[in-house]
């Protein structure tokens, strides 16, 4: 059963960079079939998906979020990684990652989800 | 404000049905069957419980259903039970400047 699991710092500081990384387990990250995404939820609020990845480097970013956002892919650990770059408080939420399983509209349709992680930006 | 517009609040008794509306625009509901829908207890991570309108994934009981018609998609829980209690989102594929945009999500409280 392929399970996934975000890992990164709870807490970073304003105009800092926020990075995290998603391990993917039971299934490979290359596998032609899927887009690897993230997204986010402020606390008390919605969803917001950040950007979608393929296992050759493809991407496709959020345009509210592009100018600030960096999605890279390891496949050697299995791995899938975000850059969010001169964060605020806004930036503060749940940041969860997800396997994205229509690869002709990315983001579309996340099938497995990890458990998301809190990310607050605060000094 | 969310692209998609859904009620803030449903909700029903146990073993009755309740819709949740999902209404978009011609850019993305109305011209796409690319929309899906999440369930999301308290404290969980959301959970695809419908995709491309009206499939379910497996696993996901056949009392979720799913729909469109025209710039309005709906999600129909049928013989409703207490753990359907969540957060319900709605998301669509969209031909503007981003490829998919949520729903603000509907809270489902079962009474």
């Known amino acids: 059963q392929l399970q996934m699991q975000e890992s990164g710092p709870g807490l970073v500081k304003p105009s800092e960079t926020l990075s995290l990384t998603c391990t993917v387990s039971g299934g490979s990250i290359s596998s032609p079939s899927y887009y690897w995404g993230w997204i986010r939820q402020p606390p008390g609020r919605g969803l917001e998906w950040i950007g979608s990845i393929y296992y050759s480097g493809s991407t496709y970013y959020n345009p509210s979020l592009k100018s600030r956002v960096t999605i890279s892919v390891d496949t050697y650990r299995n791995q899938f990684s975000l850059k969010l770059a001169s964060v605020t408080a806004a930036d503060t939420a749940v940041y969860y990652c997800?396997?994205?399983?229509?690869?002709?509209?990315?983001?579309?349709?996340?099938?497995?989800w990890g458990r998301g992680t809190l990310v607050t930006v605060s000094s | 404000q969310s692209a998609l517009t859904q009620p803030p609040s449903v909700s029903g008794s146990p073993g009755q049905s309740v819709t949740i509306s999902c209404t978009g625009t011609?850019?993305?509901?109305?011209?796409?069957?690319?929309v899906s829908w999440y369930q999301q207890p308290p404290g969980t991570a959301p959970k695809l419980i419908i995709y491309d309108v009206g499939n379910r994934p497996s696993g996901v009981p056949d009392r979720f259903s799913g729909s469109k018609s025209a710039n309005t998609a709906s999600l129909t829980i049928s013989g409703l039970q207490a753990e359907d209690e969540a957060d319900y989102y709605c998301?669509?594929?969209?031909?503007?400047?981003?490829?998919?945009?949520f729903g603000g999500g509907t809270k489902l409280t079962v009474l």
């Open positions: 997800a396997r994205d399983e229509d690869i002709a509209a990315p983001g579309t349709a996340l099938d497995l």
């Open positions: 011609s850019t993305d509901v109305g011209s796409y069957n690319r």
């Open positions: 998301s669509s594929y969209t031909s503007t400047s981003t490829p998919v945009v």
